[in-house]
């Protein structure tokens, strides 16, 4: 009974062993994380129509999970779908998110698709490139989209351009051809490592006409001796002719020659042609070589003046400064041999003119010149006609602060005047004359009326500058002048704001307003002639240091009857 009993527990054990086992084989291991391959984990890109088998690209974690089936999704099937068996589709260009999920967890990546690239296969030219272009010196030529691309569809139709030779031609990114020199150079257009190329040749513009003006085209008189200059008188078509040097000839050298640099000298009595030619293009004129006749003068003009009888200039004072005022003339006829004489109005310690009409500049100030034929021996103005003009020479101290950007900020009245503007006493713009239509630029106000009226004005100097002294241009630089002067400042003030000021001086006389008898070119009659157009420099008690100045008058600091007192020009400097 013994035995029995311990089998039957044995085989109870036994039994019962057996059933635990089977327990064991049913148990579920869950998935606790998976990871995307890495040919997925940074995303892919396909092209459309391509296709990715992303079947068992992710590890799961445990290796022993129960169920480790892949499911798959695409945020957008229209742009890439994707099939139970793990196969991905790109659709259209775009881009998808894809997951994969395996027991409840998930990892995505992205998709991109592209456009299926198709490559160019050749670049033509049309063939009014293909047959080769010219241009014409400084034309430019626009083949921006000119090649023809095969296939069209092409993805990458991007052209780009080059020149062989940019000395020559260039061409920009935007496929404008500039013809720049003369000469040859190839262009390319190149489309996704296709290319065509032309060959562009650049030719200068050549003249078509070279004309004289009248008074050489009528035929020239010289003395025998005289010299004519004729460079540069001749008009070239077209203006922008790439070819514009001028060579000079003479039909007789016995009678007169011409330089390489066109000065025509009569050399025997007689006729010869002289020829101007620009580029094989001539254009002559008749020159008569005549024993001592005179050619009188008809018309005296200033080249580039204000207008054509007036003009002016500033030259800065220096060691044995000289100004060419003779070089600022145009004189009709060109062979006139009459010549002009100059007639200084203004202080000969300013400045002084020889009969050449070379000024000597002295000293500080303004001084104005009358250009008369020599013919006019008593100066009469009134009736010189055209054969009179007006040249004003302004000589500026080298220690005037420089001006640029200067004006009148501010002011008590209205700006009166001729031509008045907040920066006229500023602009070294002034009239030599005022001589009937001539007008200059000056900067005016409405004198005081009454004993405790005053007028003001202040400059503007942009920054603050070190100073010790002033000088005035009065109204204009003629001979006379019937308008009013300021003659003295009863307060000049200072300031760095423009808005708080200090006094800096106070009963400021301008000095140099001397007046005598004389006589006023505009119309003969007797004026008073203004001995200094410009006063010396007047200093300051002392060196002060502002942007803006005020300049203060009352009725006892003007001279003159007129209504309005006027400044063609203020300078301010400093002498230490």
């Not at 025997?268 to 024993?291: P, R």
Request: aromatic share 6%; net charge negative.
């Amino acid at each position: 009974m013994k035995k029995i009993s311990i089998f039957l527990f044995a085989a109870a054990a036994l039994l019962g062993a057996g059933c635990d086992d089977s327990s064991d084989t049913d148990k579920v291991i869950p998935v606790s994380a998976i990871a995307l391959d890495t040919s997925l984990s940074g995303g892919i890109s396909l092209v459309v129509g391509q296709t990715a088998d992303i079947a068992g690209k992710v590890t799961v974690r445990p290796e022993n999970a129960t169920d480790k089936t892949e499911t798959y999704e695409s945020s957008d099937p229209e742009t890439v779908s994707v099939d139970d068996a793990g196969v991905v589709k790109a659709v259209k260009p775009g881009l998808a998110m894809v997951t994969i999920s395996v027991g409840g967890k998930h990892s995505h990546f992205e998709v991109e698709v592209r456009e299926q690239r198709i490559s160019v296969e050749s670049v033509t030219l049309p063939a009014e490139l293909a047959d080769g272009v010219t241009l014409k010196l400084g034309a430019t030529l626009d083949i921006a989209g000119k090649a023809t691309i095969t296939p069209s569809n092409a993805t990458d139709k991007t052209e780009s351009y080059n020149s062989s030779n940019p000395m020559i031609a260039s061409v920009t990114e935007e496929g404008i051809v500039s013809a720049i020199a003369v000469g040859e150079a190839t262009i390319t257009i190149s489309v996704d490592g296709q290319s065509a190329q032309f060959t562009l040749t650049v030719e200068k513009i050549a003249v078509e006409s070279v004309t004289l003006p009248e008074e050489l085209a009528k035929g020239v008189t010289l003395n025998k001796g005289e010299t004519l200059d004729i460079a540069g008188k001749a008009t070239v078509k077209p203006e922008n002719a790439s070819d514009r040097t001028e060579s000079y000839d003479s039909s007789d050298k016995a009678v007169a020659t011409v330089n390489t640099e066109g000065l025509v000298t009569a050399l025997a009595v007689g006729t010869t042609t002289i020829s101007v030619t620009i580029d094989g293009v001539s254009a002559s004129f008749e020159l008569t070589v005549a024993e001592g006749v005179p050619v009188a003068l008809e018309k005296i003009e200033i080249k580039n003046g204000a207008t054509a009888i007036q003009g002016s200039a500033s030259v800065v004072l220096g060691e044995n400064t000289t100004f060419d005022l003779h070089s600022h003339l145009q004189l009709t006829p060109a062979n006139q041999t009459e010549g002009v004489k100059y007639v200084a109005y203004g202080p000969e310690e300013v400045a002084t003119i020889d009969e050449n009409g070379i000024v000597a500049c002295k000293g500080v100030g303004t001084v104005t010149f009358v250009i008369l034929a020599k013919s006019n021996e008593g100066n009469d103005f009134k009736n010189a006609g055209d054969k009179k003009a007006y040249f004003a020479v302004n000589i500026t101290d080298p220690r005037d602060l420089d001006r640029t950007g200067w004006e009148v900020s501010a002011n008590s009245g209205a700006i009166s005047g001729t031509a008045g503007s907040k920066t006229a006493a500023f602009d070294n713009v002034f009239d030599p004359g005022v001589f009937k239509d001539v007008k200059g630029s000056n900067f005016g106000l409405t004198k005081p009326t009454t004993d405790d009226g005053e007028v003001w004005f202040v400059v503007d100097m942009q920054q603050e500058q070190s100073l010790n002294y002033f000088r005035l241009m009065h109204q204009s630089c003629r001979n006379t002048d019937r308008s009013c002067r300021w003659k003295k400042f009863s307060a000049i003030l200072g300031s760095n704001d423009g808005e708080s000021f200090t006094q800096i001086a106070a009963d400021v006389d301008v000095p140099n307003l001397d007046n005598e008898p004389g006589i006023d070119p505009n119309d003969g009659g007797s004026r008073n002639i203004d001995k200094f157009h410009t006063c010396s420099n007047v200093k300051l008690p002392n060196t002060v240091k502002y942007r803006y100045l005020k300049f203060v008058g009352k009725k006892d600091c003007f001279t003159g009857t007129a209504k309005t007192c006027q400044i063609a020009e203020l300078y301010l400097g400093l002498d230490e």
